[in-house]
């Protein structure tokens, strides 16, 4: 029953509250009030009652929010600038190369290249596009050679020739077949090969079919 130990809290610190009849945890306005009873050989001689102030408690909670806001600030802006920086790395050569498709199909340019940054895999895939538009190049260089060659034969040989598409459209007339038609240079290509030059029986002079009509 005697006082050993003083400990003062202050002139506005509330009343020690009284010990309760077991421990127990309370909340209050106050704080946090904890009570254990202390025991000696199974009776009870005293109460621990500590009391806790939760503004301490509130003001480090807020400091946490406060970091943890931040932190989730700083992540957000470091996601944006990789997102940027990774559609940087992968949209712009997917769409160069989309660019660059579409190019050639509308003008028919093969000669279109598309820029390569790196020599990851849209730096192969590049690469490959690249050299899929030099050996198409090349194939109609080829083509082109071949049919130049090919006009510059019939163009020279004394003998009339005529070629026409799938449709029978005449497509090309050497000179001396124009000769003999006496139809308009101008004029022949694209006309049905019907309207320009009609086969007929030697011996009954009766029209005979196209043999492109025959063949479509």
């Known amino acids: 029953g005697d006082l050993f130990a003083r400990y003062e809290r202050g ?6 509250p009284a010990p309760s009849p077991a421990g127990e945890n309370r909340f209050t ?62 949209a712009t050569p997917i769409t160069r190369l989309a660019q660059a498709a579409a190019s050639v199909s509308e003008s028919g340019d093969y000669g279109i290249r598309v820029q390569k940054d790196a020599e990851d895999e849209l730096g192969i895939l590049v690469d490959s596009f690249n050299e899929m538009l030099r050996r198409i ?12 060659s090919l ?10 020739v005529i070629s026409t598409d799938v449709s029978g459209r005449i497509v090309f007339a050497n000179p001396v077949a124009r000769a003999l038609l006496r139809w308009p240079d101008a004029e022949i290509a694209g006309t049905p090969i019907d309207q320009v030059f009609r086969i007929v029986d030697e ?8 043999p492109v009509s025959a063949s479509s």
Request: aromatic share 4%; charged share 20%; proline share 3%.
């Open 11 to 16: 002139e506005q610190a509330p009343a020690c």
């Open 29 to 90: 306005s106050a704080g946090l009030t904890v009570s254990r009873p202390i025991l000696l050989n199974g009776d009870r001689i005293g109460t621990l009652v500590l009391l806790y102030d939760l503004g301490e408690v509130m003001e480090q909670i807020k400091l946490y929010t406060g970091v943890v806001l931040f932190i989730l600030i700083l992540s957000s802006l470091l996601a944006l600038v990789l997102s940027s920086r990774l559609r940087a790395i992968i």
């Open 137 to 148: 190049q090349s194939r109609d260089v080829e083509i082109q050679n071949a049919r130049n």
């Open 203 to 210: 011996f009954t002079r009766r029209p005979v079919e196209s």
């Open 151 to 160: 006009e510059t034969t019939l163009t020279s040989i004394g003998d009339a």
